[in-house]
Structures are given as C-alpha cells and as structure tokens.
C-alpha cells in the first residue's frame, strides 16, 4: 500500500500581501496534498494556482465598532467557524497553515476545536487583530520582522522573514522600451494603487524626465487621471506583473509600505521613499516602515506632510548620489530572508510530523 500524502487547508483571503507569502510556502510542500480555504469574489479566486482546490466560505472583517452589526458578524462568525470544521473534518485534513486577516478567525478556531495544529505566519510589524486575538490558539506563530515578537506572546513566535514570489529569487528583465543606462524611478502604491501618491507623482514628472530619468508608474485600477500625462521616458500603466523585474531594475521606488512590497524591496535590495497609507487599519504600514528608515533602507514621509515640492526634491537629491542610494540598498539588504518559503515550510513539517 502507498502512503498517503498528508493534506493540509491553507487560508489566506483578500489581498497579495496574505496571498502570495501562502502561495510560496505552499509551493514548498510539494509532498503535501495542500487545499485553500478563501471567500467568493475575493483576489484568491485568481491568484491559487488550479492545483489547489478551493473552498470558500462568508466571513467579514472586524474593524467595526461595536453595535446591532456586531451581532450579525459573531453570527457569521458561528457559521463559518462550522462551515471550516466541517470541511477539516470531512477533508481529514491534518492542519492549518494561515497567513492571518479576517478569514483566520473561523479557520483557527474550528482547527483548534479539533485538535489539529495551527501554523500562523504575521507580515507586519503591527499584528493584525486576529492574529493579537487568536494567536495564543496558534501551535507557533512565524513572524516576517523581528520587531513583531514583541506584540505577541513570545512562547510561540519564530522569526522567519515573509516568503516572496519565486521570480523575486532569480535575474529578471524588463519588457519595457528603456536604455540601460539610464536612471529609473517606479512608483506603486499597492495592488489597489494609491490615488494621493498619483497625483505628486504627476506633478514632479517633467522635473524628474528632464535630468533623464524614466518613470514606471502603477497607478491601480481606481485612478481617473491615470493616462492623463504622456511622456516618451513615462509609463503610467493600471498593472503590471513584472514587479521582480521592475524591482530589481529600478534605481529608487516610491511605495506605500505594505508588508509585502517591503518584503520584495528588501529582497531586490532597492533603495525607497516609503508613504505609509494613513488609513490603514491600526497605522500598521507606519510600524513597517519604521523598521526600514531605522535600517536606512528606506525615506520615510506621512501622506499629509509630503507636498510635490518635497517629493520633487528628495527623488533628484537622490539619484545624484550614487553613495546614498548604495547604503539604502546595503540596508534593504540587511533585512531580506531570502530562504523565508522554507523556513515556513519547515515549521508545517515539525507540526504537522508529530
């Protein structure tokens, strides 16, 4: 008789920062029989890979205060917390792996009711909520910074930095028309784009374009201004999915500070401006971008402090000194874990051995 691979249910919902780290761990379990937990309409639907079934379930987010509302999410809560126990137990899956946000809760407690190790792997510096809330249920919680241990229960937290898209590992290209010697600026503001960021950015673009330098600009899909400049060194474009290549050929980047494309930055070893998005639930982007103005990684401004005459100045400061952006790079550098993927999945191994 052969041995039947261990199956194991990952959760990770809603955005590329919880989704991609879940995918390249997942990619290292190769002997696993590895199945996702999501919610319908959601980037997951999109973004798993056919290889791993998805189950999906109605869950929402916690940010309200409490209320006649609060009844009605605990409510969903119950039932997708028994949705999940039924599909572990059915499944006969052997344990969780979550990379946090709202999908979490149901999938840790309905885990945990049955006995079944929790793996939780927290991005930000910050944790979020459920992770604060649930991740003394956890078996072990992988942090992607050092500095996030300290808001969690240190008898179960682990250090192991955030797993990163396999093209971010490797020498990438551009396929975008630009000379090779030419200095370049990407700005992106996050999967959703970042409207406020856009507009200084717009605006500093005929100063910046004539020292030479070439723009490539995400602006998301939310912008309705996002074609309104042309320019031959200019490249405004609402996506684009070579962000490893982008990265690694970019001299400076300016950015929100989401846990993600900071973990991307650290790994390329690029210099940024870092703009915390304001509105982000408990100002978690503002502790992740601390981490990287302490390391000299990055420059950080707050949304309501930066005026185009600042963002103007600082970006050409910048690339007339070679010197500066090489110490912001060696202290990108110094926070990148490159071999993340496997340190994680090396903690389902240990947990999921037993």
């Known amino acids: ?14 955005t590329g920062g919880h989704l991609f780290p879940a995918i390249a761990a997942a990619n290292q379990l190769k002997d696993y029989h590895i199945e996702w937990l999501g919610v319908p309409d959601r980037l997951e639907t999109k973004l798993v890979p056919s290889q791993y079934p998805l189950h999906t379930i109605s869950v929402e987010g916690f940010q309200q205060k409490l209320g006649l509302g609060t009844f009605k999410i605990l409510s969903r809560l119950i039932g997708s917390i028994l949705q999940v126990r039924r599909i572990l137990k059915d499944g006969q899956f052997k344990g969780l792996f979550t990379t946090g946000g709202y999908i979490a809760a149901p999938a840790i407690i309905a885990a945990r009711s049955l006995g079944l190790p929790v793996i939780l792997h927290e991005s930000n510096v910050l944790p979020g909520k459920v992770t604060r809330w649930f991740s003394r249920l956890c078996n072990v919680v992988a942090v992607g910074f050092e500095e996030g241990a300290k808001y ?4 179960n937290t682990v250090y192991v930095g955030t797993p990163v898209r396999e093209e971010f590992l490797s020498p990438q290209s551009l396929d975008l028309p630009i000379p090779e010697n030419v200095p370049v600026i990407a700005v992106v503001g996050g999967s959703q784009g970042a409207v406020a960021v856009n507009q200084l950015v717009r605006k500093c673009i005929p100063a910046w374009v004539e020292t030479g330098a070439w723009i490539i600009h995400q602006t998301g899909e939310n912008d309705p201004d996002a074609f309104s400049v042309e320019h031959p060194q200019y490249f405004p474009m ?3 999915n070579n962000m490893a290549g982008l990265f690694q050929r970019a001299d400076l980047v300016i950015s929100r500070a989401g846990a993600g494309s900071l973990t991307e930055l650290a790994v390329t070893h690029t210099p940024s401006i870092l703009i915390p998005y304001p509105y982000a639930a408990d100002n978690h982007q503002a502790y992740n971008a601390k981490v990287f103005s302490s390391q000299n990684a990055a420059l950080v401004f707050t ?27 060696v202290g990108a550098e110094s ?7 496997q340190k ?11």
């Open 152 to 155: 969690l229960p240190s008898r």
């Open 335 to 341: 926070l990148a874990v490159k071999d993340s993927h």
């Open 344 to 354: 994680l999945a090396n903690l389902v191994h240990q947990f999921l051995s037993n």
């Open 1 to 14: 008789m052969t041995n039947k691979p261990v199956k194991l249910l990952i959760a990770a919902s809603g």
């Open 238 to 240: 609402t996506f684009y």
């Open 303 to 329: 949304q309501s402090e930066l005026t185009v005459e600042k963002l103007q100045t600082q970006v050409l400061e910048l690339l007339k000194s070679s010197e500066k952006l090489q110490k912001m790079a």
